[in-house]
């Protein structure tokens, strides 16, 4: 199949019709695709980058920057709040723009490095972050605001994304039991209705002990998880 170039001028046109939020998830992944050299010519002439002071390029593992956006998401580093009234009760705050963007970088390099990466961190990584969503979904309102009611839903995780890389890491990390009972109770705070999609997916990475483990939970109808708005 021949590949077709983009259209450039319709892609515009939907670029101007997105949302803060989105252009900014769209940025933060521009940013991790192309090489350093590249990036003045994107963002030279409106951000001010700057070389590490120490002149290293050692980069934080994804561990650490898991680890720090864990620990500033739960201090309430990106909450950031407004006066709602009936024309903004729709909008979303600069903070959680920026948690929500953040979050989708993150869980990318999470889903990235479980095929490469050493499985029982980027495991930590992944649950560093699925913690943070579980703490927003125990009603705690001060992670990020919500101008109206919300949940983890409006970070819009790709779960049929997410959920097989972290099974990976699960498999190679946990016990046949511990393995089982991890991917049942992921499922069932994040994506129940998908559950049978996912268990399929959690099947094709685990072992013969793993998968018997998975088979005799499925034969128990789940305990839902408390419904979310």
């Known amino acids: ?16 019709a997105l949302s803060r939020g989105h252009l ?3 940025a933060q992944r521009a940013v991790e695709l192309l090489p350093s050299t590249k990036l003045s010519a994107l963002l030279g002439d409106l951000v001010k980058i ?7 390029t050692v980069e934080q593992s994804l561990l650490d920057k898991a680890r720090k956006f864990h620990a500033a998401a739960m201090s309430g580093g990106f909450y950031e709040s407004f006066a709602v009234n009936s024309e903004n009760c729709t909008v979303q705050s600069r903070g959680t723009d ?9 869980l ?4 990235g490095d479980a095929h490469a990466g050493p499985p029982p961190m980027v495991r930590e990584a992944f649950e560093l972050l699925f913690g943070v969503l579980r703490h927003i979904d125990e009603a705690h309102d001060d992670v990020i605001f919500f ?11 790709d779960w049929c994304t997410a959920l097989p890389a972290y099974f990976r890491c699960l498999a190679e990390t946990t016990s046949a039991a511990e393995f089982a009972r991890n991917v049942e109770q992921t499922i069932l705070d994040f994506d129940e209705h998908d559950r049978a999609h996912h268990w399929r997916a959690a ?6 002990e793993q998968k018997a483990a998975l088979g005799a939970l499925m034969l128990v109808p789940p305990v839902s998880a408390p419904a979310r708005d």
């Open 108 to 111: 990318a390099r999470c889903v």
């Open 203 to 208: 099947s094709r990475v685990a072992n013969a």
């Open 50 to 56: 700057e070389a590490n002071a120490d002149g290293s």
């Open 147 to 157: 101008a109206d009611e919300g949940s983890s839903r409006e970070v819009a995780v």
């Open 24 to 26: 900014l998830i769209i």
């Open 98 to 106: 920026a948690f929500i963007a953040e979050f989708d970088r993150l």
């Open 1 to 16: 199949m021949t590949r077709q170039a983009a259209d450039m001028e319709r892609l515009r046109h939907e670029l101007r």
